[in-house]
């Protein structure tokens, strides 16, 4: 009888740790989307409005939502704050000062546990689009 109990409450401890694991899963993606989104609109601003300060929204809040019968609702308050910080790539090179860093940083907490997740890229003033569009070039070096 005690091998059944003890079988019942691994039994029940797996499943809730499989239960907070997809929960974090889905967090930890929603914040990703965040900061991909953020990083994504980076290449449709201008050289001049990349270093334009307080052009680019520095500060965003976010939720995470859910889509239940056809209605979308914020799952139990789950909130996201993050930035985006425009500095210098840091290199030494001649062309240094025609690239920036762009970094989003994104915090929330859930399960009385603070998160947070980062992800930078380089964004170079004279690239490929550049000749079309006049937009600025992002390459990818993304952290998280």
Do not use: C
């Amino acid at each position: 009888m005690a091998f059944i109990g003890m079988f019942f409450v691994a039994l029940l401890s797996g499943l809730s740790w499989v239960v907070a694991s997809v929960q974090w899963s889905r967090e930890y993606a929603r914040a990703t989307q965040l900061m991909d989104e953020k990083l994504d609109t980076i290449r449709l601003y201008s050289w001049d409005q990349i270093n334009t300060p307080g052009y680019i929204q520095t500060d965003f809040v976010a939720t995470f939502s859910t889509l239940t019968n056809g209605t979308t609702t914020t799952a139990s308050g789950l909130i996201y704050t993050g930035t985006v910080a425009i500095a210098d790539a840091g290199l030494t090179e001649a062309y240094s000062n025609a690239v920036k860093q762009v970094t989003v940083n994104v915090q929330w907490s859930s399960f009385g546990r603070s998160h947070s997740a980062q992800m930078s890229t380089l964004v170079a003033q004279y690239g490929m689009q550049s000749s079309w569009t006049g937009s600025a070039v992002s390459f990818g070096r993304r952290t998280g």
